[in-house]
């Protein structure tokens, strides 16, 4: 036998020797890693540390309270358009936070939109082919809380009161307030941007409503209903028993608010 002949068989046993040590290496199991308590973790993208029950942030779509919040016992009735006013000419979007219910609310956030449509001339002659812009405006929660009601409406309150009667509706804006919550700003500065918006915007106002079977305002009705917005103040309630059925709603659709509220209930 050749030289040649025993370096090409020594070639050919190599080459079975490698494809049988592959073969056997494909079917022996892999060791898969484990956490701590023995549990695989081959197939997950979520660490070890990780896994389990998912936090009220991930499987709510909700805001939760911070960290180090009390809550009192006291509810903010936020007023919200007057209806006369607003609807003449505009569109008032009153369902912002609709749907969320029992989330977290920081002072100063948008509660409510007013949209207007405004020729860009007031001129009969020149409004109809001068063309016509959209513009809006936003009011703002005058209070950090937890929303009980989310549905910013028509009530409106004028004289401060620090507990309402018991025929004052409860299907308005409603916000359970820290305990240390600071006086609810003033109508100046919740409503101050719309009513410079209407003042400014005020002559669809002036004619016959697009929307409704309503005359044209004139200037003595126009200052009465700005100045109704004007004085339209928060009101101050007592969260029990008034609002017993939203508070219990809320602990139990949302257990997490259970400590928070135990002091009510």
Not at 91 to 120: A, C, F, L
Not at 172 to 196: N, Q, T, Y
Not at 250 to 265: C, F, Q, S
Request: glycine content about 6%.
């Amino acid at each position: 036998m050749t030289t040649f002949e025993l370096l090409v068989g020594f070639a050919t046993i190599g080459s079975f020797a490698i494809a049988f040590l592959s073969f056997r290496a494909s079917k022996t199991p892999k060791a898969e890693p484990i956490d701590a308590e023995g549990r695989t973790t081959v197939g997950s993208d979520v660490p070890p540390q990780d896994v389990g029950e998912l936090d009220f942030a991930s499987e709510s779509p909700v805001t939760p309270i911070p960290v180090g919040v009390t809550l009192g016992d006291k509810v903010v009735i936020v007023p919200g358009f007057q209806q006369r006013l607003f609807t003449h000419a505009g569109r008032p979007d009153e369902e912002i936070w609709w749907g969320k219910e029992y989330s977290w609310i920081k002072r100063g956030q948008v509660i409510g939109r007013y949209h207007m449509t405004i020729p860009n001339s007031n001129e009969d002659y020149f409004r109809h082919f001068m063309g016509k812009k959209e513009k809006s405006v936003d009011v703002r929660s005058p209070v950090s809380g937890l929303i009980l009601h989310s549905h910013f409406n028509d009530f409106i309150h004028w004289p401060e009161q620090e507990n309402a009667p018991e025929e004052l509706p409860i299907a308005a804006f409603a916000i359970l307030v820290p305990d240390d919550e600071p006086k609810p700003d003033s109508a100046e500065h919740m409503f101050g941007d719309l009513i410079r918006f209407m003042m400014d915007n005020k002559g669809p106002l002036f004619r016959h409503s697009p929307y409704w079977s309503l005359e044209p305002m004139d200037d003595e009705l126009f200052e009465q209903l700005i100045e109704m917005q004007k004085n339209a103040t928060c009101l101050v309630t007592n969260a029990m028993p008034r609002y017993q059925d939203y508070l219990e709603e809320a602990r139990t659709k949302y257990p997490y608010l259970r400590p928070y509220l135990k002091h009510l209930l």
